[in-house]
């Protein structure tokens, strides 16, 4: 493994990570999280979401502002295009959170990054969402996530970094394994 011989910093806080796991590790019940998020319908296919408020470490906690986010479709899709559509928050969730891991996983490595950048594409036929053919996914077909990575590290290197940070993504997992998802109507 190649490492710098100066301190590396990547903005990363690595022993307070670790320190996390390790406090986690012997109180588990501190380590269910719940997210949330609230959407509201704005009008067509416009909803404007807020995220502020979630639960961990045993009690509810709030994020130092709130989030907000306003999602569409696309004119083309005869919608007026006020925001990403939800399956591009989809690849934005994905990107960060693998870009996230590779700027931990590198600060924990010793690996300098002098830059990090993610370009994802995601392949559907709308044909499913359209309802125009019952046989096509609503889904994304194929991901394809490729970086750019420059750090003081070998080519080997920066793939084991983007690999363990395919290990560890929580937005990975979520998209690569099914997940129970509950709908209700009050």
């Known amino acids: 493994m190649t490492t710098t011989d100066t301190p590396v ?4 806080n690595v022993q307070a990570l670790l320190d996390a796991r390790n406090a986690l590790v012997d109180a588990p019940e501190a380590a269910q999280f719940t997210w949330k998020a609230s959407t509201e319908w704005k009008g067509g296919t416009h909803s404007h979401s807020v995220v502020e408020e979630f ?19 696309p ?3 005869a919608s007026e295009d006020h ?5 591009e928050f989809v690849l934005v969730g994905l990107a960060s ?9 590198a600060q924990n490595r010793g690996i300098q990054l002098n830059s990090v950048t ?16 019952p046989e096509v996914r609503n889904g994304f077909n194929h991901i394809k996530v490729k970086y750019d990575i420059d750090a003081d590290a070998s080519q080997e290197d920066i793939e084991a970094l983007v690999a363990q940070s395919q290990k560890r993504s929580a937005v990975f997992d979520v998209i690569t394994n099914p997940t129970n998802v509950t709908v209700e109507v009050n």
Request: net charge negative; proline share 2%; glycine share 16%.
């Open 83 to 87: 925001g990403a559509t939800p399956v």
């Open 9 to 12: 910093n990547n903005g990363v």
């Open 118 to 133: 993610a370009t994802i594409e995601g392949d559907m036929d709308i044909l499913g969402i359209l309802g125009g053919d």
């Open 75 to 77: 004119e083309v899709f």
């Open 55 to 73: 639960f961990g470490l045993g009690d509810d906690q709030a994020h130092r502002t709130t989030f907000t986010f306003d999602a569409d479709h």
């Open 97 to 105: 959170c693998l870009t996230a891991g590779v700027a931990a996983v």
